[in-house]
T-cell receptor, first 114, second 111 residues
């Protein structure tokens, strides 16, 4: 398996534009996580899906952020409209549930909003 | 609230052992301790995990205190490639609670 695949790796957009980040989890994994990382706030959990269903979205900063998981092999994180303070690295991770299982992270998407 | 406490940073010399401490004084009996690390410009990666007994794998060793209120990640012979942020996570299992990251320990390796 190629691991968790995120696209794009880098995104530069203008304030007010819509941004869509994509994630393909590892095949067979049933949990998916979206994180945002900045120097100031560290690694923040935004939303967690289990079996394609959003379980905990308490970390989503505001209504401008939305996430979907239409099937077990694809998820998106959308920001509309984007703002400069959304600039960060966004990570996706997947895991097969269980106490002894590890999560696997993608390489991240570096978002810059100008 | 990551429910664990780690020093902000630590420094060690290359080829020497490194002991990274983690306090998890409110741990429950069924919580696992997981360690991840994040190398520069990469996503976090799993290192090791344990419940009660000490654990070893090819990357590191994990020593868990008898009362389970603390643990120590041991890198037996640090290399420059081990310079990273190390996260200790109390994994309760189920939901997203087990994947909440704190600030971690920034490990600096001196040549």
């Amino acid at each position: 398996d190629a691991g968790v695949i995120q696209s794009p790796r880098h995104e530069v957009t203008e304030m007010g534009q819509e941004v869509t980040l994509r994630c393909k989890p590892i095949s067979g994994h049933n949990s998916l996580f979206w994180y945002r990382q900045t120097m100031m706030r560290g690694l923040e959990l935004l939303i967690y899906f289990n079996n394609n269903v959003p379980i905990d979205d308490s970390g989503m900063p505001e209504d401008r952020f939305s996430a979907k998981m239409p099937n077990a092999s694809f998820s998106t994180l959308k920001i509309q409209p984007s703002e400069p303070r959304d600039s960060a690295v966004y990570f996706c991770a997947s895991r097969l549930d269980g106490m002894n299982t590890e999560a696997f992270f993608g390489q991240g998407t570096r978002l810059t909003v100008v | 609230d990551a429910k664990t406490t780690q020093p902000n940073s630590m420094e060690s010399n290359e080829e020497e052992p490194v002991h990274l401490p983690c306090n998890h004084s409110t741990i429950s009996g069924t919580d696992y301790i997981h360690w991840y690390r994040q190398l520069p410009s990469q996503g976090p990666e799993y290192v090791i995990h344990g419940l009660t007994s000490n654990v070893n794998n090819r990357m590191a060793s994990l020593a868990i205190a008898e009362d389970r209120k603390s643990s120590t990640l041991i890198l037996h012979r640090a290399t420059l490639r081990d310079a990273a942020v190390y996260y200790c996570i109390r994994y309760t299992g189920g939901g997203a609670d087990g994947l909440t990251f704190g600030k971690g320990t920034h490990l600096i390796i001196q040549p």
